[in-house]
């Protein structure tokens, strides 16, 4: 970009978009001095869509210059290395970008880590043309940029372009569906590039995750006003339990005399089954018949290692203490004998709490379960994990969890029927198999609170069929019906978008199903008539 030939439509672009942002500034001005009210404009809904315009640009024109400040910052370090002799030694050479990054540092006013990590994903997005030359066009945004280097990295030179052409361009084969990738907030944008990623990945995901299960740990870090953050490195199914089965026990104890969040209960409760006296962590337990629980004997994947005791079933804690909250947190026991008394909470022992069923859908491919191919298998609220991990869930028997069919031929599931206004839970778990999460643009919602909304209204006409269902969390649920932002019609296996106020259509996120790993050499064997089946529907033997 530093040549000459890069920079120049960087530069245009960049222009382009302080040209576009100058007009609106100046519109905005003519219509404050009342210059539209003659010519019959709403100028209140004129200037509140012109922020919103100004605001698209102005994130435009922040990624055209990220792009030009990653170009200089890679191109910097190149030319510092291109000003060293060719034979000087190693520890010359290494000093010289050493100083190239601080005096980064101290233009940007960034510290030394920081321009070092810039330096680094600068050079990485060098080499994938496709995502330089999207920020510089402001397609995606920095972070978006990041997420495809982060993600590329360890698949290899040919393994990153596949990555960032299969959601940068639309010419790929089986390019990506629904919202572009500028469109989808970063945190949605990066599940999808992961998901993409242990499908593609030179190594298999079981191996990969052999490996980072032995890194598996729990660290602590003290925050400001007597506040700290507990965060534990696990396995996925044990970490989604974890939060599946605390998120159930908070649920069970809201009520109406109970002021507390669910976001304040669920650290509450973990609190509670961390601190609180329960069985021996020396083996792992045996279901016992009759208790629920998410996984009641699992064990960490790779280790004879239980999972601990967020994974019991609160039945197990015979012992439990009393949840209570005061001012300061939660009081658990003898833990914090110090802490003011409760004052406010209603205290409840976790063995009396009612908890509402948790289902856990887990979409594994028929050949996978069997243990014929690795392929992954995916967690719902997590991703993909390793086929081996996914047997195991299927295999203990867990009443949360569900196995989920797809059809052979794309790897998609398949629609269930309706017949009434009430959803069946087989269409609740075909609904959020096919949403993931609440649909409304931007929101990552995908907990049981999520309800099924019908698209067209059931009094006027609309079918209790997948096709006019979509998952909205309560905010977004009660927004639609008291807004005019609008769903467009979604299908069996396509969530819907939305159309905001002032008429700007957000497209849905799609997942990239693709068709299920077949095992070797069964293709080649295949009876006569087989593909066509597959492919069509039709069975016609040759």
């Not at 890679?74 to 034979?87: C, L, S």
């Not at 030394?112 to 043309?129: D, F, H, I, K, Y």
């Not at 990552?444 to 997948?466: F, K, M, P, Y």
């Not at 009876?527 to 089946?533: I, K, M, Y």
């Amino acid at each position: 970009m530093g040549n000459g030939a890069g920079t120049a439509p960087a530069m245009e672009g960049i222009q382009a978009s302080t040209s576009r942002l100058n007009a609106l500034f100046l519109e905005d001005s003519a219509l404050e001095a009342g210059g539209g009210a003659a010519a019959g404009v709403d100028v209140l809904q004129r200037r509140y869509e012109l922020r919103l315009e100004r605001m698209a640009v102005a994130k435009q024109l922040e990624a055209q210059i990220a792009a030009v400040k990653a170009g200089d910052a890679a191109e910097a370090v190149g030319i510092q290395h291109a000003m060293t002799p060719p034979d000087a030694p190693v520890h010359e050479r290494t000093y010289a970008e050493m100083s190239a990054v601080e005096e980064i540092a101290g233009v940007l006013a960034l510290s030394s880590p920081a321009a070092g990590a810039l330096v680094t994903q600068a050079r990485q997005l060098a080499t994938l043309p496709l995502a330089m030359d999207a920020l510089a066009a402001g397609t995606i945004t920095w972070q978006h940029a990041k997420i495809l280097v982060d993600e590329a990295d360890a698949l290899g030179p040919t393994g990153a372009a596949a990555l960032v052409a299969h959601f940068l361009d639309p010419d790929a084969p089986k390019p990506a569906r629904g919202a572009a990738a500028g469109e989808l907030v970063p945190n949605r944008f990066r599940a999808k590039v992961r998901g993409w990623r242990e499908r593609h990945h030179p190594e298999t995901l079981e191996k990969r995750h052999s490996k980072c299960a032995a890194d598996r740990r729990m660290e602590y870090a003290p925050d400001r006003d007597g506040m700290a953050w507990l965060s534990l490195y696990l396995p996925g199914s044990t970490a989604s339990a974890i939060w599946n089965r605390t998120t159930a026990l908070a649920r069970g104890l809201q009520g109406p005399n109970e002021p507390r969040t669910l976001t304040q209960l669920r650290p509450d409760v973990a609190a509670h089954l961390l601190l609180s006296a329960g069985p021996a962590l020396s083996h792992a337990q045996e279901g016992t018949p009759g208790k629920t629980g998410t996984a009641e004997h699992s064990t960490v994947e790779g280790t004879d290692a239980p999972v601990g005791l967020a994974f019991l079933s609160v039945n197990d804690q015979a012992d439990a203490a009393t949840i209570s909250t005061d001012a300061a947190g939660p009081t658990v026991g003898d833990a914090s004998a110090g802490a003011a008394t409760d004052v406010n909470s209603a205290c409840a022992d976790l063995a009396d709490v009612p908890v509402p069923n948790a289902d856990v859908l887990v979409t594994v491919p028929v050949f996978s379960l069997l243990g014929l191919t690795d392929e992954p298998a995916n967690l719902d609220g997590y991703g993909p994990i390793p086929a081996s991990m996914a047997r195991k869930l299927v295999a203990d028997g867990a009443a949360s969890f569900h196995r989920v069919l797809v059809d052979p031929r794309d790897g998609a599931p398949l629609e269930i029927g309706r017949t009434s206004y009430r959803l069946t839970k087989a269409m609740k778990q075909a609904l959020r198999l096919r949403d993931g999460k609440c649909t409304f643009p931007g929101c990552n919602n995908r907990t049981s609170d999520n309800e099924a909304d019908h698209l067209q209204a059931w009094h006027h006409g609309g079918t209790t069929g997948i096709s006019n269902l979509a998952q909205l969390c309560p905010k977004h649920h009660r927004l639609k019906h008291n807004s005019r932002w609008k769903p467009t019609p979604g299908t069996k296996t396509q969530p819907p978008g939305w159309t905001s106020p002032t008429g700007r259509h957000y497209k849905p996120e799609h997942h990239d199903w693709e068709p299920p790993h077949w095992p070797p050499g069964l293709l080649a064997a295949e009876p006569p008539g087989l593909r066509d089946c597959l492919n069509n529907g039709v069975w016609s033997p040759a």
